[in-house]
């Protein structure tokens, strides 16, 4: 039974109540949920999406919870998650969609195994003089695909193949990893292809906005299916020029070739040489698909009879792609100053098949440290007298430092396909920051004996107060303030 309030300052509410609670029905898969949400209007700042609008803001607040069912039937913290896991075949949200895949279990046993979960128990809540050692496991999810998107390749007689691509460079190279995909279909090596991104005079297809942690999934597609188109068009070429049936050819070597005598076919080069030739659909002249969106439609006549092109438009697909994360963290907290350092931390990904492993390590340690600033600092507060602002710099709403991070932070992930995009990727932006906020919540919680603050962030000051035995009563605008 969830009850969320809303508080979006004067703007009123936002969708983020609906998806912290389909996060909930996602992560812990129960039988039964009902939902319950209020929107409220507060003399506070707007507040927009940082990552995972609705899932991370509940990340940290449900895994204590978690905790404490655990310790109550006597079963281990580990082991409460994996029985209530999202596995293939399973559905959640108010729909109960279906997930394209799901291997938490398998992110889970690497996450624990990997942090040597089940040796550390025994300094679970050691003490050291004023320190004591919490340790938290964390879960992390976002819908991480959409489809319906659209894809242009071209070729010019030079045989170099332009990847016409909409998705920019938000430093974890989706323009690059989704681009691979049409290069593998082609079997191209990576030094002949261009990607003409940026730009709209580039001639770019209708391509899905860069949230929601969806652009490896739903790009890929695309560009999957517009290199396909090509390759198809490719054969048909070479069929219709050489003899047989375009079955009977295959590309290898920046060659399109008979199967059964490799010597007989034509060089990339020569192929769209032939496409301009022959003109109409190898060239986006005519039969394009009729589902194109406006935009691709335009950069398609403006490439029209130019080059050799792929066009495609990619189709609804069914089911949730999830995108999943498993973090497991070990803090030593000071009762003296309610300060902590977080000694080690593990994060793993379920996003099916890695495209682009850097790209990965990226998202996830990106991730993490916003994780750390969601449990720990980042925080705005006003009087609750007057309404005034309170946080004038950072100081009173800190971001993390390298000071605040661990040394070093462990990734990893489970790498296994789902079947609903080609290369078998799905996304993994947003939870790489709720599995960490999670952790890092359930091990603060964890130090302090299992007390739950059921909020984020905890800071200093609200670990001294506990501590100290203050309790502050709820007053206006308690959300935006100093409280113990």
């Known amino acids: 039974d969830i009850y969320i309030i809303s508080d979006n300052g004067g703007k009123g509410g936002g969708g983020d109540a609906s998806s912290a609670a389909d996060c909930i029905d996602v992560l812990y898969q129960p039988d039964a949920l009902r939902f319950r949400g209020t929107s409220i209007v507060s003399n506070t700042g707007h507040r927009g999406a940082q990552r995972g609008p609705g899932q991370n803001q509940i990340a940290p607040i449900i895994a204590p919870i978690m905790d404490k069912a655990a310790d109550a039937l006597g079963i281990s913290r580990l082991e409460i998650r994996k029985i209530n896991a999202p596995r293939n075949g399973d559905v959640a949200g108010p729909r109960q ?124 597609r695309t560009m999957f299916g517009a290199a396909t188109d090509m390759l198809n068009k490719m054969k048909e070429i070479a069929a219709t020029d050489l003899g047989g049936d375009p079955a009977d050819y295959d590309v290898s070597n920046e060659r399109v070739h008979q199967i059964a005598d490799t010597s007989v076919g034509y060089s990339y080069a020569e192929v769209a040489q032939r496409a301009l030739e022959l003109g109409g659909k190898f060239t986006g002249e005519a039969e394009l698909p ?61 996003s099916g098949t890695i495209v682009h492993p850097q790209g990965m390590k990226n998202q996830l340690v990106g991730g993490a440290v916003w994780g750390i600033g969601l449990s720990g600092y980042e925080r705005h507060l006003y009087d609750p007298q007057n309404g005034l602002p309170a946080s004038t710099g950072y100081w009173q709403s800190k971001v993390p430092t390298y000071l605040d991070t661990p040394v070093k932070i462990g990734t990893g992930w489970v790498d296994l396909p789902d079947p609903e995009n080609p290369v078998g990727a799905r996304g993994i932006g947003e939870p790489s920051m709720g599995a960490v906020s999670a952790a890092l919540t359930a091990a603060i919680t964890d130090a302090l004996d299992g007390h739950h603050f059921a909020a984020a962030p905890i800071t200093a000051d609200m670990i001294l107060n506990h501590l100290a035995g203050t309790e502050e009563n709820a007053v206006p605008l308690a959300q935006n303030n100093f409280r113990g």
């Not at 025994?122 to 659209?150: E, P």
């Not at 092109?309 to 995108?323: A, I, K, L, T």
């Not at 999943?324 to 803090?331: G, Q």
Request: with cysteine; net charge negative; glycine share 10%.
């Open 97 to 220: 969609t279906p997930f394209t895949s799901a291997y938490v279990p398998e992110s889970l046993d690497m996450a624990t195994q990997q942090f040597d979960w089940e040796g550390r128990q025994s300094r679970r809540r050691q003490r050291n003089g004023s320190k004591v050692i919490g340790l938290g496991l964390g879960q992390g999810y976002h819908n991480a695909g959409r489809s319906g998107m659209d894809g242009i390749v071209t070729m010019g007689t030079d045989g170099r193949l332009k990847i016409h691509n909409g998705v920019g460079n938000l430093g974890t190279y989706s323009y690059a990893s989704t681009s691979r995909a049409a290069a593998e279909v082609l079997k191209m090596p990576w030094e002949s292809c261009d990607i003409l991104n940026v730009r709209t005079d580039n001639h770019l297809p209708i391509t899905s906005p860069q949230d929601g942690s969806n652009s490896i999934f739903t790009n890929t």
């Open 290 to 350: 009729e589902e194109l969106a406006e935009w691709t439609q335009i950069s398609v006549s403006r490439l029209a009879g130019s080059a050799f092109m792929g066009v495609y438009h990619d189709p609804r697909h069914e089911g949730n792609p999830p995108g999943f994360t498993v973090t497991c963290c070990e803090i030593e907290l000071d009762l003296e100053t309610g300060k902590y350092d977080i000694l080690d931390m593990v994060t793993i990904a379920d």
